[in-house]
């Protein structure tokens, strides 16, 4: 099973990556974290990215493609993978096609998860991180305790990221429906992708999902 989660931010393709990773044993891939894996082991690709990231400046096309082709090489994802966040843009989505492709591991399925524009800011704008170990909670569905300590790790660092907060999701969204929305045509013409509706329970969703990919 080889599959790349789409769509905008916030629609909840981190859950559901991490619902098909346990369902299938395959490894959830975003770029984030193999990023941060890199710079943690001090790789070159990863002192390489810390530069620009230090510089203020976006990691570029030509080095996210080098990470991801040689993660995507691991012997783990022999069984397939799931990539999340990745591609963002159509050079990154034709340099995917022709290295999966090459390894013999060509992507199989796109699926894009689609909830309306009100209901992600409504979503995005609710959610709250611990700073120490990473725990999300949500104002609306899942709060975090009103002594303010976190559940896992027992802090008091509770805050809203600035990810989330509502103009920097209104920037989120710009710089999505000019880079990457556009992938999506690009991948219905190949024949890839599958649509499915991402603005109800969490648990129904990965099962539409799986009826669509198996
Ligand atoms: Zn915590």
């Known amino acids: ?7 905008a931010p916030g629609v909840g393709k981190g859950v559901q990556g991490n619902l098909l990773k346990e369902k299938y044993n395959i490894p959830k ?3 984030g974290d193999i990023l ?3 710079i943690k082991n001090d790789t070159p690709e990863g002192k390489e990215a810390k530069e620009y990231m230090n510089s203020g400046k976006l990691v570029p096309d030509s080095l996210i493609n080098s ?3 040689k993660r995507l090489r691991n012997e783990d994802c022999k069984n397939g993978f799931i990539l999340d966040g990745y591609p963002r843009t159509v050079p990154q989505a034709e340099f995917l096609i022709e290295v999966s492709n090459k390894m013999d591991r060509g992507i199989e399925k796109v699926i894009s998860i689609e909830v309306e524009k009100d209901l992600i800011v409504k ?4 959610r709250r991180v611990c700073l120490s170990c990473g725990e999300v909670y949500n104002m609306l569905t899942d709060p975090p305790p009103e002594n303010g300590v976190c559940r896992t790790c027992g802090e008091k660092k509770i805050i809203q990221r600035d990810d989330d907060k509502p ?3 209104e920037k989120r969204f710009e710089v999505y429906n000019k880079d990457t929305h ?6 219905n013409n190949k024949g ?3 649509e499915v509706d991402g603005s109800g329970d969490i648990n129904e969703i990965h099962k539409n999902i799986i009826s669509l990919i198996e």
């Open 67 to 69: 990470i991801v082709e």
């Open 167 to 169: 103009e920097t999701i």
């Open 192 to 194: 890839l992708l599958v």
């Open 1 to 7: 099973m080889r599959l790349i989660l789409f769509g």
């Open 36 to 38: 941060r894996d890199n």
């Open 182 to 187: 556009p992938l999506k045509e690009f991948y």
């Open 123 to 126: 979503r995005l704008s609710s």
């Open 29 to 31: 891939i975003s770029t």
